[in-house]
């Protein structure tokens, strides 16, 4: 592919964006592909080393605020006639309502997903904190030559600790798969919003 059709696609992978921000991008990599052209390679290899239009699309549209998508998707590209503006006004009670309902289902489960992570986390700090307790326990009992129950308690804290490991892995593994979600689905509502025409 060369410089010319990888703008071109590039263009129309990020169709929907503030004009600005597309002009700013598409000039960015027209400048990187003749500097590296200027460093000998073709057309086609510069092109190839930049990546695909695909990622770097992807990496564009994670960059660029959430607001700023809106913003130009609710941007009219005429004005809006009398009776439309009365029609709106009349059916705000109705649509804002919805809206606002909306938006408190989306942040409660944000809001729910992200409470389940620092429940875990609390699971991790209590396995940790018991272990701990455990042997500073076994010790106290030992030195008050309760030895029998110095070792269970001993044997306590290992458990605990073992079920501390576990819990890190699956803690950190959970955190991670959340905060994967959250970025996607952040992606795909600034998608939504831009209304990207697919090549």
């Not at 263009?11 to 700013?24: A, M, T, W």
């Not at 239009?53 to 960059?63: G, L």
């Not at 875990?120 to 396995?127: N, P, T």
């Not at 044997?155 to 798969?177: D, V």
């Amino acid at each position: 592919m060369n410089k010319q059709e990888f703008l071109a696609q590039l263009r129309r992978g990020l169709s929907g964006l503030p004009r600005e921000d597309v002009e700013e991008r598409l000039t960015f990599y027209s400048e990187m592909i003749d500097d590296r052209v200027e460093e000998g390679l073709s057309e086609e290899e510069a092109v190839a080393e930049i990546g695909t239009v695909h990622e770097i699309a992807a990496q564009i549209i994670e960059d660029i605020p959430f607001a700023k998508i809106a913003k130009e998707r609710i941007k009219s590209e005429r004005r809006l006639k009398a009776g439309e503006i009365v029609l709106l006004v009349l059916g705000s009670p109705i649509w804002l309502s919805l809206g606002i309902a909306a938006f408190a289902v989306i942040l409660s489960l944000y809001v729910s997903l992200w409470a389940v992570i620092i429940s875990l986390w609390a699971v991790f700090v209590s396995f940790a904190g018991c272990s701990l307790g455990g042997v500073l326990v076994c010790v106290i009992f030992t030195a008050g030559g309760s030895v029998a129950s110095g070792v269970a308690m001993l044997a306590a804290g290992f458990i605990c600790a073992g079920l501390t490991i576990f819990m890190f892995f699956g803690c950190k593994a959970a955190t991670h798969g959340t905060l994967i979600l959250t970025k996607k689905t952040a992606i795909w509502i600034k998608n939504c919003f831009r209304g990207k025409e697919e090549a």
